[in-house]
Structures are given as structure tokens and as C-alpha cells.
């Protein structure tokens, strides 16, 4: 992918800045919101609302940020949506690795059916499942605990975790498997070491998937937490959504950290988007 | 290669796929289960179940003067966001696949959107194009290319297109990052081929890439059709189906039927009509793509 | 085949950290704060009565005050472990109803409406779990909104009148007088706006937030209303009728916010701080915000009726009602505690000022009155004030069914024909 040093390539070197320039706005675009809602989270309230509207805070009101913290247990609720997040994509991988290995390597009956029972477990809207989902967790005593929303997210993204992963594993041949049980390592050995390496692209873009999914989720957690110190950070923000006022100074100041873990985290396993084949010994 | 055939081989794949099972079938299918219940029971106010109803539940919701428009705006609003998300999704995705300095950071910001929950992402978007205290007129006055407040949402048809856009928008960085995942596990040795065969960028997009990406994508719009069709959020957020449910979807009406009106059978009927044709359209991809793809 | 195993086993125990971690982590955790009651129940808790109470969020110290309650009476009752749910106005019936329709309906209930519950035969009458002493203190006209078949089944908790808020520097540039009638409104209206067109002269709402609010502003100060003289729906009088075409001839006048069947009263409540509203009807909570942001000079005044008609103001009502979980006597006897220590004089009359409130207790009164010398103009408005028809059973469709009505006819819409239907539909 090097440009050739010899000889300036017109048509290449145009392109690039094309792409540049592309990039360039959609990062804009993208970003738009974002810079809406940290400037409203700077402002004072008046100011969000005075007639002549401003983008830059005449004021910054830093302690906007630091009064979130004082007027709800920010950092409780953000270690809440870490666990349940965290504990929801361990249990999705746990249960959709195996799933998806199955469905990829072997042939066995009910094949179709199962797939199509993912799918059709997708079809409902949590807002409609609600009652049964509290009855459920009533039964196994489990409302009002973050081990019942970890058993939701994760079952809510099985769907997603194994056809991501049976299309991962599908395209990815099973020669080198099937070679390494021949060396006299068995169907577990033979995942673990080859095909889970090698797959790595697809498995960080299933865990970024689940991570995200689990850590915005709102419907359930609001109706199975009632305690305050184990709600997640999108329930426990709501306190800034009064009766009478909106403080949307302090609901964007808190969404904006409940962004950055997630952000952290992509960044720091980004890499293996890119990296994953290479580590796999295809050639490339 | 063959082993001998045992029923513990036979059974070995039962037991690789047992946890997703027991899993989905305890915390999504049982609650299923419930709706069912309640689409075809008599649903007191506050949502006793007091005997059978039959099909009363569903006779109600049909006849429903509003039914059919909330229907047709449940299509438009799943296609519009499906369509679009998935042909600019992969746009992006192919942006992206390139190697440029800041790939990481621009791949970072497209997470973004993904990683707000929706009621905030909505909330944000309403705050943008409010006519009075919006900040797109006060940019837009800023930057001196409008002089007076222009009304962004004249229509609940533009409202509705707001929201269509603001449902795109979440939706890219899903398609995005499975193309994109997909884009990278082709083998660069099909490229290095095409190269030596003198194919050119358009070429090697549609007899290489787009081919080979699009099981994984495939999947994902699936699965995407379903997200978006029982989407909650961004209508809720924005505008609550208002006015008089010009900007319902099936998922705000039927939450407004049991939480607001108190019609939770009503309410339950609603979903499982939606799940219906949910139902049809995923069987008729699973017969055509999947035949193809797996055999 | 023992690798197979040993992998459901490894996944078993998998499950088993994740529970733990799970569910063991908030426990470690010191909570930031003090209002957390169930964390804190003793490992003994099984000995004492627990009740359990949702209560709704009314703003920002709601939930500041009954961690407060709660810390305090749990200290004063050894004996009772209350704990208190405080969930937002936006949440609060899908979480009351999902816990109902699991036979989870908590002890006490703090929220706006009751008939529902009392038709499926949830609720316990009042006077089975109110001390007399507190049942005495209710004003009977605020009880009489509860009552079902004669009996009462939920008490009032608090109160709030809407009254016109006025920008009175607005008014006096642009010339006019503060409006009593319909005519004298859109006159003013007028008036404002050639004034200075980027005001908007008058504040709507009709969006499902509380869009029966702005039917109940104009039908009852036009003669109509929501129930005729015998309690009876008559949604389609001609007085609604009127009163529906003299708001959305407001509105597509531009005389009003641009949009509102999306504007809800708390944003029309910041433009009006914000000076960009000329006048809105609001509820009493309006000055004191008005004062905290920005500070513009209102006035407050009754609602404009249409000509000579007897004018109204809007209540609105929330209660506190019991829901019947077959208590023992101990059981009850904590209820009735709970319901004592709540509207014992001082923590009522705290709780009632905390968010600008109106009391619905005697004693609440001459308490607030004497704390909040504005209060006492107040307490005046909600004596002559009419609230919603919420004891009938049809309610809740009327409510959703008025806010469409208005809806549709702002789209071009028959008011007669709408409300025909809405009749119709409702009354059989």
C-alpha cells in the first residue's frame, strides 16, 4: 500500500486527499451532536433557553461537570453499567462461541431450526416483553439485581453473537483445524488454538456489539432495578429529568461521561480489527 | 476423517449449541410466551388477566381507525433506515478498510453514535433542530447563511423524516463495523489476482468485495430490519407519535395502548401482528439466502 | 467426550464467577450516598414488616426528601423497614403496571390515578389504613375526587392550580391589557405580535404529555367540559366544540408556539423565563422558576373565559392509595405509620414547599400559608379549581382521546365530527 517513491501518482494522490476530505466531513457530521451536547452541558441554564441562541457558552460552566457527581452517585452507576455490561458480553461469548462453532463446523439436525429460533428470538421489542421478563426474573428471584440484567443482555444478544460468529468461522477454512487434530489435538484444543486467533476481527466487533448494546440498554434495567446504588448509568441519569425542569446541562454532562468508557474500550481493542489475520498466519 | 458413528457424536452438537438454548429459551422465549398469553386474553386496566378473549384483542386493533397508517409508517420508517443505514454503513466501512493516517481516531469517532444510548442520542437531535433554541439555527445564523429561526418540522411528514435521519445516523456504526469486519477477513491474495488481471477499483468492488462481504452483511441486515422495525426510542423521544399518530410506529402505538390507555391486551396483539410479518419476511429471506449461501 | 464436559463444566463454573461478581459487587462498593435503603437492611430484616412504596419524582429533591423520610422513620420504627421506589413521571406507570400484572403491586402508591387499580379490586379503602387523625385533616371536596361507590380509595398527597402567567413587561410594550376573555386574548395576541413578531403571544400544549389540559383550559371556561351536570360523558357539547376551534384558531393564526403538539409545558415554561413567551397557563411552580432563571417581571391571573361564562381554574390532584396484599394486623398498623409520619405537620408541609406545591391538608395550609405569604393566593385558586373526571373508568381513553381530537383538528380536522366519534366511542 505504499506509495510508489519513484514517480508521483496523480490519480493516487488525489484520491487520497478525496478520501481525506471525505473522512474529514463525516467526522464532522458525526461529531455534530456531540459538540451540541458538550457546549449545552457548559452552559448555564438560562442560557440554553435565552432568545438569542449561542454555540460557544458565554460562560463556561465547568462545574456543571463536577455537580453531576454531587447531585447523583455518577461513579456507583457507571461501576453498575461496567459490571452488567462486562458480566453480559462474558456470558454471550460463553454461550454463542460454542453455538457458533457448532453451526459452522458441524452438521446435525435441526440445523435450520435452531437458526431460525435465534432469529425469531429477536423479534419482539423489549418494551413488549416487560412482563414477562419481570415474571421471569420473579421466579428465579432475580429483579432488582444486576445479575438478572446481565442474563438479559446476554440472552437479548445471543442473535447477534452467533451469526456474526457462524459467518466469522464460515469463512475461515478447515483445513488447518482439521490438521491440527490429525497432530492429536481434539474439536476444544483445535478451537481455542486456530480458529479463535484467526478469527479475531469478527470476535471484537461481536464483543464490541454486546458491550455496547448491553451498556445502553434502558427498558428492562428500569423496570427490574428499583435500588438506587445498582441502577446503570442510563436509568440512574433520569434523576435530571425532574417533573417540572429537564436539566439538560446535567443530563448531557453525564451522557458525555457515559460515552467515554465505551470509547476507551473500542480503542483499546481496535486494533485486533486489523491485526487478526495476520495473527492467524494467512497470508497477506 | 470420519469417525464412528455413536450416539455421543450424534449428540456432541446438541451440546455445543445447549447454553445459547437454555439461555434464550428462559429469558426471551418464556416472556414470548406471556405475550401470547395476553394477545388472546380479556387484560383488566391495570393488567389482570380475567379469562380468554379469543381473537377480540386483534378484532379491536384492526379495526382501529389508525391501525393502517401506523403500519404504513412502521414501512416507511424501517426501510428508509434499513436501505439507507446499510448503503452508507458500507460506504463508510470501505473508507475506512483504507490504510490513512488518523484511521484509528476516525474509526473511534464513528463509534460515537453507537455508544450514546437512544434516548439521549433523540434527545440531542431534538435539541438540534428545535425551531427557537435549536442549535442548528443558531449555527446556521452564526455562520450568516439564515437570517430568521427557520422551522425545521413544519409536517409531522418532516418530523417523521427528522427522525428517519436521526434512526440512520445510530444505525451506520452498526453496519459500519460489520462490513467493515467482514472487509477484513477477504484474503488480499483475490485483490493481488485481479491486480495481474488488470481489474479496476469498481471491478474488484463488485466481483470481489461486495460478494465476499456480504454473508456477514447479509446477516446483519437482517437482524438490522428487526432492530429497526421494533425501535422504541428515537419516535418516543422526539415526538411521542404525536400529532395525532402521524409519526407512530407499531412500537410507540402499542406502548402508548398499554401504558397510556391501558390496553395491554390490545397492546399485546399489536406486537405479535407485528411479529407476523416480521415472521414473513424472515422466512422468506431464510428460503431464498440461506439455501443459496449454505448449500 | 470428557473434554465435553469439562468444557460444560468450565462454562457452569463461567456462569457461576459471573453471578457472583455480579451480584456481590454493589454490596463491596461503599454507595456515594445515604439513600439507599435496601442496601442497607440489615441481614435481620426478616423480622420486621417491610412495606414497600413507589412514589413519583417530582423534581430534583424528591428523591433527596424521601431518602430522608425513609432514613428517619426506619430509625423511629425498629420494628418496620420501609423502603421507598422513587421513579420518574415518565417511567412510573410502566413500572407500577409491570409490577401489578406480576402480583407485585407494592404496599403504597404515590402517583396521579387510582380508578384503574380500584376496578380490578386492588385498592383498600382509605379509612381502613389512614388513622382518623390523618383522615380528618384531608378537605372533603379533595377526598370527594377519589371516591368510587361511595367509598373513599386513594387520599390527596398534593395539589397544583394553573393560573395565567403573564409577561407583564411584554403587555405593557406591546400596549395591552392583561386578557379576561377570549376576545380580549386574541386582541392582545394581536397586539404582541405586531408588537414584535418573534414573540410568541400565547403558550400551547397539546401534546400527549398533558394535552387534556389544554382541552379542560378552554372547554371549562366555555360552559363545557368533560362530564355534563350528572357525571356523564358529554365530550361532544358544543361548547367543546367551540373551545377546541377557538385554540386551533389561535394556533393556525400564529399566534402561538409553532408546534404544539411537541412543545410540552416544560419547554413552553423556558421560553417564557427566557422572555420569548408572552403568556402561557401554567401551574404555581412557574414563579418560583421563573424567579431562579432569569427573572423576568410576570404577573399572574385567572384563565380567560369566553365572554361572561363562569370562569375555572384546572386542578390537578396526585394521591397516595393502599394496595390490598392481604396484610396482617402488624402489617397494617405499619401502613397506617408510614401514612401518619408522612403528613405529620412539619415533614407534609416541607414536603409540599420542596417543589412549590399546593397542600391538600388543612393543617398543610396554615402551615404553607404562613411560610410562603404567596402560597396564600394559591391555596384560594385551588378551592375554586375543577379536576379531571379521574375516578370513571373511562378516563384514560378520554384523556388520550381529547389530546388526539385537538391533534387531528389542527391538521384540518372536524372538531364536531371528532368529538361525535370520541362520544360514540366512549359512552357506547
Given at each position: 500500500m505504499t506509495l510508489d517513491s519513484a514517480r508521483i501518482n496523480w490519480g493516487k494522490l488525489l484520491s487520497r486527499i478525496l478520501l481525506y476530505f471525505v473522512v474529514s466531513v463525516i467526522c464532522i457530521v458525526i461529531l455534530y451532536p456531540y459538540f451540541v451536547m458538550f457546549c449545552t452541558a457548559l452552559k448555564s441554564r438560562q442560557e440554553i433557553f435565552s432568545i438569542q441562541g449561542t454555540i460557544f457558552p458565554k460562560e463556561w460552566m465547568w462545574s456543571n461537570f463536577i455537580d453531576i457527581w454531587q447531585k447523583a452517585p455518577m461513579a456507583q452507576y457507571m461501576l453498575n453499567s461496567i459490571i452488567i455490561a462486562g458480566g453480559s458480553t462474558a456470558i454471550a461469548m460463553i454461550c454463542g462461541i460454542p453455538a457458533a462453532y457448532a453451526l459452522a463446523r458441524m452438521k446435525f439436525k435441526g440445523q435450520t431450526a435452531f437458526l431460525g429460533f435465534i432469529i425469531v428470538s429477536q423479534m419482539f421489542a423489549p418494551v413488549v416483553l416487560l412482563i414477562g421478563i419481570y415474571k421471569v426474573m420473579q421466579t428465579m428471584g432475580l429483579t432488582n439485581s444486576l445479575l438478572g440484567l446481565i442474563f438479559i443482555n446476554a440472552a437479548f444478544n445471543q442473535a447477534f453473537t452467533i451469526w456474526l460468529l457462524r459467518g466469522t468461522f464460515m469463512s475461515i477454512s478447515a483445513e488447518m483445524e482439521q490438521a491440527a487434530t490429525i497432530d492429536g489435538c481434539n474439536r476444544i484444543q483445535a478451537m481455542f488454538k486456530i480458529l479463535l486467533p484467526v478469527a479475531a476481527p469478527g470476535i471484537v466487533t461481536t464483543l464490541i456489539f454486546i458491550f455496547i448494546n448491553a451498556w445502553n440498554e434502558y427498558t428492562v434495567a428500569l423496570c427490574l432495578i428499583s435500588t438506587d446504588t445498582i441502577k446503570p448509568l442510563t436509568v440512574g441519569i433520569n434523576i435530571f429529568n425532574g417533573y417540572n425542569i429537564i436539566e439538560w446541562q446535567y443530563l448531557f454532562a453525564a451522557s458525555i461521561f457515559a460515552i467515554v468508557p465505551v470509547v476507551i474500550l473500542f480503542m483499546s481493542i481496535e486494533k485486533n480489527l486489523t491485526s487478526g489475520l495476520t495473527a492467524g498466519g494467512v497470508k497477506g | 476423517m470420519k469417525k464412528p458413528y455413536t450416539l455421543l457424536n450424534k449428540a456432541e452438537p446438541y451440546l455445543w449449541i445447549l447454553p445459547s438454548i437454555i439461555l434464550m429459551s428462559i429469558f426471551i422465549i418464556v416472556p414470548i410466551g406471556f405475550v401470547f398469553r395476553m394477545a388472546f386474553s380479556q387484560v383488566t386496566k391495570a393488567g389482570l388477566i380475567k379469562g380468554f378473549a379469543g381473537f377480540a384483542n386483534f378484532e379491536k386493533v384492526l379495526g382501529g381507525a389508525k391501525f393502517a397508517m401506523v403500519l404504513k409508517n412502521?414501512?416507511?420508517?424501517?426501510?428508509?433506515?434499513?436501505?439507507?443505514?446499510?448503503?452508507?454503513?458500507?460506504?463508510?466501512?470501505?473508507?475506512?478498510?483504507?490504510?490513512?493516517?488518523?484511521?484509528?481516531?476516525?474509526?473511534?469517532?464513528?463509534?460515537?453514535?453507537?455508544?450514546?444510548?437512544?434516548?439521549?442520542?433523540?434527545?440531542?437531535?431534538?435539541?438540534?433542530?428545535?425551531?427557537?433554541?435549536?442549535?442548528?439555527?443558531?449555527?446556521?445564523?452564526?455562520?450568516?447563511?439564515?437570517?430568521?429561526?427557520?422551522?425545521?418540522?413544519?409536517?409531522?411528514?418532516?418530523?417523521?423524516?427528522?427522525?428517519?435521519?436521526?434512526?440512520?445516523?445510530?444505525?451506520?456504526?452498526?453496519?459500519c463495523f460489520t462490513a467493515l469486519s467482514g472487509l477484513q477477513s477477504i484474503d488480499s491474495s483475490y485483490y493481488e489476482a485481479a491486480i495481474v488481471d488488470g481489474a479496476n477499483y469498481w471491478q474488484k468492488l463488485f466481483n470481489i468485495t461486495i460478494p465476499l462481504v456480504k454473508p456477514s452483511l447479509t446477516v446483519a441486515t437482517v437482524l438490522n430490519i428487526i432492530y429497526v422495525f421494533n425501535s422504541f426510542p428515537i419516535v418516543w423521544t422526539i415526538t411521542k407519535g404525536d400529532p395525532a399518530n402521524r409519526t407512530d410506529t407499531l412500537v410507540t402505538y402499542l406502548y402508548k395502548l398499554a401504558f397510556y390507555n391501558g390496553k395491554q391486551g390490545e397492546a399485546a396483539a399489536v406486537s405479535v401482528i407485528g411479529f407476523l410479518i416480521l415472521l414473513v419476511c424472515a422466512s422468506v429471506y431464510m428460503v431464498s439466502t440461506l439455501k443459496k449461501g449454505d448449500e | 467426550m470428557k473434554k465435553i464436559i469439562a468444557l460444560l463444566m468450565a462454562l457452569v463454573m463461567a456462569f457461576g464467577l459471573v453471578a457472583c461478581g455480579g451480584s456481590s459487587a454493589p454490596a463491596e462498593t461503599e454507595a456515594p450516598k445515604a439513600d439507599a435503603p435496601a442496601a442497607e437492611a440489615p441481614a435481620a430484616a426478616g423480622e420486621k414488616v417491610e412495606i414497600n412504596m413507589i412514589a413519583a419524582q417530582y423534581g430534583n429533591e424528591t428523591a433527596d426528601w424521601w431518602a430522608n423520610f425513609v432514613t428517619e422513620f426506619n430509625a423511629a420504627h425498629e420494628d418496620i423497614?420501609?423502603?421507598?421506589?422513587?421513579?420518574?413521571?415518565?417511567?412510573?406507570?410502566?413500572?407500577?403496571?409491570?409490577?401489578?400484572?406480576?402480583?407485585?403491586?407494592?404496599?403504597?402508591?404515590?402517583?396521579?390515578?387510582?380508578?384503574?387499580?380500584?376496578?380490578?379490586?386492588?385498592?383498600?379503602?382509605?379509612?381502613?389504613?389512614?388513622?382518623?387523625?390523618?383522615?380528618?385533616?384531608?378537605?372533603?371536596?379533595?377526598?370527594?375526587?377519589?371516591?368510587?361507590?361511595?367509598?373513599?380509595?386513594?387520599?390527596?398527597?398534593?395539589?397544583?392550580?394553573?393560573?395565567?402567567?403573564?409577561?407583564?413587561?411584554?403587555?405593557?410594550?406591546?400596549?395591552?391589557?392583561?386578557?379576561?376573555?377570549?376576545?380580549?386574548?386574541?386582541?392582545?395576541?394581536?397586539?404582541?405580535?405586531?408588537?414584535?413578531?418573534?414573540?410568541?403571544?400565547?403558550?400551547?400544549?397539546?401534546?400527549?404529555?398533558?394535552?387534556?389540559?389544554?382541552?379542560?383550559?378552554?372547554?371549562?371556561?366555555?360552559?363545557?367540559?368533560?362530564?355534563?351536570?350528572?357525571?356523564?360523558?358529554?365530550?361532544?357539547?358544543?361548547?367543546?366544540?367551540?373551545?377546541?376551534?377557538?385554540?386551533?384558531?389561535?394556533?393556525?393564526?400564529?399566534?402561538?408556539?409553532?408546534?404544539?403538539?411537541?412543545?410540552?409545558?416544560?419547554?413552553?415554561?423556558?421560553?417564557?423565563?427566557?422572555?420569548?413567551?408572552?403568556?402561557?397557563i401554567g401551574p404555581n411552580q412557574i414563579s418560583k422558576y421563573c424567579e431562579q432563571n432569569g427573572g423576568i417581571n410576570y404577573g399572574i391571573a385567572s384563565l380567560p373565559t369566553n365572554g361572561d361564562k363562569a370562569g375555572a381554574s384546572v386542578g390537578v390532584m396526585d394521591r397516595i392509595m393502599c394496595f390490598d396484599n392481604g396484610y396482617t394486623e402488624a402489617e397494617l398498623a405499619a401502613v397506617t405509620a408510614v401514612v401518619d409520619a408522612f403528613y405529620d405537620d412539619e415533614p407534609y408541609a416541607d414536603w409540599v414547599l420542596m417543589e412549590d406545591f399546593l397542600p391538600a391538608t388543612s393543617t398543610g395550609n396554615e402551615l404553607c400559608a404562613a411560610a410562603d405569604p404567596g402560597m396564600a393566593a394559591w391555596i384560594d385558586v385551588i378551592g375554586s379549581a375543577k379536576f379531571y373526571p379521574a375516578a370513571k373508568a373511562e378516563w384514560a381513553d378520554v384523556k388520550q382521546g381529547v389530546i388526539a381530537v385537538q391533534q387531528e383538528v389542527l391538521l384540518g380536522g372536524n372538531a364536531q365530527e371528532l368529538l361525535d366519534a370520541l362520544q360514540a366511542e366512549i359512552a357506547g
Amino acid at each position: 500500500m505504499t506509495l510508489d517513491s519513484a514517480r508521483i501518482n496523480w490519480g493516487k494522490l488525489l484520491s487520497r486527499i478525496l478520501l481525506y476530505f471525505v473522512v474529514s466531513v463525516i467526522c464532522i457530521v458525526i461529531l455534530y451532536p456531540y459538540f451540541v451536547m458538550f457546549c449545552t452541558a457548559l452552559k448555564s441554564r438560562q442560557e440554553i433557553f435565552s432568545i438569542q441562541g449561542t454555540i460557544f457558552p458565554k460562560e463556561w460552566m465547568w462545574s456543571n461537570f463536577i455537580d453531576i457527581w454531587q447531585k447523583a452517585p455518577m461513579a456507583q452507576y457507571m461501576l453498575n453499567s461496567i459490571i452488567i455490561a462486562g458480566g453480559s458480553t462474558a456470558i454471550a461469548m460463553i454461550c454463542g462461541i460454542p453455538a457458533a462453532y457448532a453451526l459452522a463446523r458441524m452438521k446435525f439436525k435441526g440445523q435450520t431450526a435452531f437458526l431460525g429460533f435465534i432469529i425469531v428470538s429477536q423479534m419482539f421489542a423489549p418494551v413488549v416483553l416487560l412482563i414477562g421478563i419481570y415474571k421471569v426474573m420473579q421466579t428465579m428471584g432475580l429483579t432488582n439485581s444486576l445479575l438478572g440484567l446481565i442474563f438479559i443482555n446476554a440472552a437479548f444478544n445471543q442473535a447477534f453473537t452467533i451469526w456474526l460468529l457462524r459467518g466469522t468461522f464460515m469463512s475461515i477454512s478447515a483445513e488447518m483445524e482439521q490438521a491440527a487434530t490429525i497432530d492429536g489435538c481434539n474439536r476444544i484444543q483445535a478451537m481455542f488454538k486456530i480458529l479463535l486467533p484467526v478469527a479475531a476481527p469478527g470476535i471484537v466487533t461481536t464483543l464490541i456489539f454486546i458491550f455496547i448494546n448491553a451498556w445502553n440498554e434502558y427498558t428492562v434495567a428500569l423496570c427490574l432495578i428499583s435500588t438506587d446504588t445498582i441502577k446503570p448509568l442510563t436509568v440512574g441519569i433520569n434523576i435530571f429529568n425532574g417533573y417540572n425542569i429537564i436539566e439538560w446541562q446535567y443530563l448531557f454532562a453525564a451522557s458525555i461521561f457515559a460515552i467515554v468508557p465505551v470509547v476507551i474500550l473500542f480503542m483499546s481493542i481496535e486494533k485486533n480489527l486489523t491485526s487478526g489475520l495476520t495473527a492467524g498466519g494467512v497470508k497477506g | 476423517m470420519k469417525k464412528p458413528y455413536t450416539l455421543l457424536n450424534k449428540a456432541e452438537p446438541y451440546l455445543w449449541i445447549l447454553p445459547s438454548i437454555i439461555l434464550m429459551s428462559i429469558f426471551i422465549i418464556v416472556p414470548i410466551g406471556f405475550v401470547f398469553r395476553m394477545a388472546f386474553s380479556q387484560v383488566t386496566k391495570a393488567g389482570l388477566i380475567k379469562g380468554f378473549a379469543g381473537f377480540a384483542n386483534f378484532e379491536k386493533v384492526l379495526g382501529g381507525a389508525k391501525f393502517a397508517m401506523v403500519l404504513k409508517n412502521t414501512i416507511v420508517w424501517t426501510i428508509f433506515v434499513v436501505v439507507l443505514s446499510t448503503v452508507l454503513g458500507f460506504i463508510l466501512a470501505l473508507l475506512l478498510n483504507n490504510e490513512f493516517k488518523g484511521r484509528k481516531i476516525a474509526r473511534a469517532i464513528v463509534v460515537f453514535p453507537w455508544a450514546t444510548t437512544l434516548v439521549i442520542q433523540a434527545s440531542v437531535w431534538k435539541f438540534i433542530i428545535d425551531i427557537d433554541y435549536g442549535a442548528l439555527n443558531t449555527l446556521l445564523k452564526t455562520l450568516g447563511i439564515i437570517s430568521t429561526n427557520v422551522n425545521w418540522t413544519p409536517t409531522p411528514e418532516a418530523y417523521f423524516a427528522w427522525e428517519i435521519a436521526c434512526g440512520i445516523f445510530v444505525t451506520i456504526p452498526f453496519v459500519c463495523f460489520t462490513a467493515l469486519s467482514g472487509l477484513q477477513s477477504i484474503d488480499s491474495s483475490y485483490y493481488e489476482a485481479a491486480i495481474v488481471d488488470g481489474a479496476n477499483y469498481w471491478q474488484k468492488l463488485f466481483n470481489i468485495t461486495i460478494p465476499l462481504v456480504k454473508p456477514s452483511l447479509t446477516v446483519a441486515t437482517v437482524l438490522n430490519i428487526i432492530y429497526v422495525f421494533n425501535s422504541f426510542p428515537i419516535v418516543w423521544t422526539i415526538t411521542k407519535g404525536d400529532p395525532a399518530n402521524r409519526t407512530d410506529t407499531l412500537v410507540t402505538y402499542l406502548y402508548k395502548l398499554a401504558f397510556y390507555n391501558g390496553k395491554q391486551g390490545e397492546a399485546a396483539a399489536v406486537s405479535v401482528i407485528g411479529f407476523l410479518i416480521l415472521l414473513v419476511c424472515a422466512s422468506v429471506y431464510m428460503v431464498s439466502t440461506l439455501k443459496k449461501g449454505d448449500e | 467426550m470428557k473434554k465435553i464436559i469439562a468444557l460444560l463444566m468450565a462454562l457452569v463454573m463461567a456462569f457461576g464467577l459471573v453471578a457472583c461478581g455480579g451480584s456481590s459487587a454493589p454490596a463491596e462498593t461503599e454507595a456515594p450516598k445515604a439513600d439507599a435503603p435496601a442496601a442497607e437492611a440489615p441481614a435481620a430484616a426478616g423480622e420486621k414488616v417491610e412495606i414497600n412504596m413507589i412514589a413519583a419524582q417530582y423534581g430534583n429533591e424528591t428523591a433527596d426528601w424521601w431518602a430522608n423520610f425513609v432514613t428517619e422513620f426506619n430509625a423511629a420504627h425498629e420494628d418496620i423497614n420501609l423502603v421507598v421506589d422513587v421513579v420518574s413521571w415518565n417511567d412510573i406507570y410502566t413500572v407500577v403496571n409491570t409490577r401489578i400484572a406480576n402480583g407485585q403491586a407494592p404496599d403504597l402508591l404515590n402517583i396521579d390515578v387510582f380508578a384503574d387499580y380500584q376496578a380490578d379490586g386492588l385498592l383498600l379503602p382509605a379509612e381502613e389504613w389512614c388513622s382518623e387523625e390523618t383522615y380528618a385533616k384531608f378537605f372533603p371536596s379533595f377526598l370527594a375526587e377519589s371516591i368510587v361507590d361511595d367509598v373513599v380509595w386513594a387520599v390527596p398527597d398534593l395539589a397544583s392550580a394553573r393560573a395565567l402567567y403573564y409577561n407583564a413587561d411584554i403587555l405593557e410594550a406591546a400596549g395591552v391589557e392583561v386578557p379576561t376573555t377570549w376576545e380580549e386574548l386574541k386582541a392582545a395576541c394581536e397586539a404582541i405580535k405586531a408588537y414584535d413578531a418573534e414573540i410568541y403571544p400565547w403558550g400551547v400544549d397539546m401534546t400527549t404529555d398533558e394535552g387534556q389540559a389544554c382541552f379542560a383550559y378552554y372547554a371549562w371556561n366555555n360552559g363545557g367540559g368533560f362530564v355534563d351536570a350528572d357525571g356523564n360523558w358529554a365530550l361532544n357539547s358544543a361548547e367543546n366544540v367551540e373551545a377546541v376551534n377557538f385554540i386551533v384558531d389561535l394556533v393556525n393564526s400564529g399566534l402561538t408556539n409553532t408546534d404544539p403538539t411537541t412543545e410540552t409545558r416544560y419547554d413552553l415554561q423556558d421560553m417564557f423565563a427566557a422572555g420569548k413567551v408572552a403568556m402561557m397557563i401554567g401551574p404555581n411552580q412557574i414563579s418560583k422558576y421563573c424567579e431562579q432563571n432569569g427573572g423576568i417581571n410576570y404577573g399572574i391571573a385567572s384563565l380567560p373565559t369566553n365572554g361572561d361564562k363562569a370562569g375555572a381554574s384546572v386542578g390537578v390532584m396526585d394521591r397516595i392509595m393502599c394496595f390490598d396484599n392481604g396484610y396482617t394486623e402488624a402489617e397494617l398498623a405499619a401502613v397506617t405509620a408510614v401514612v401518619d409520619a408522612f403528613y405529620d405537620d412539619e415533614p407534609y408541609a416541607d414536603w409540599v414547599l420542596m417543589e412549590d406545591f399546593l397542600p391538600a391538608t388543612s393543617t398543610g395550609n396554615e402551615l404553607c400559608a404562613a411560610a410562603d405569604p404567596g402560597m396564600a393566593a394559591w391555596i384560594d385558586v385551588i378551592g375554586s379549581a375543577k379536576f379531571y373526571p379521574a375516578a370513571k373508568a373511562e378516563w384514560a381513553d378520554v384523556k388520550q382521546g381529547v389530546i388526539a381530537v385537538q391533534q387531528e383538528v389542527l391538521l384540518g380536522g372536524n372538531a364536531q365530527e371528532l368529538l361525535d366519534a370520541l362520544q360514540a366511542e366512549i359512552a357506547g
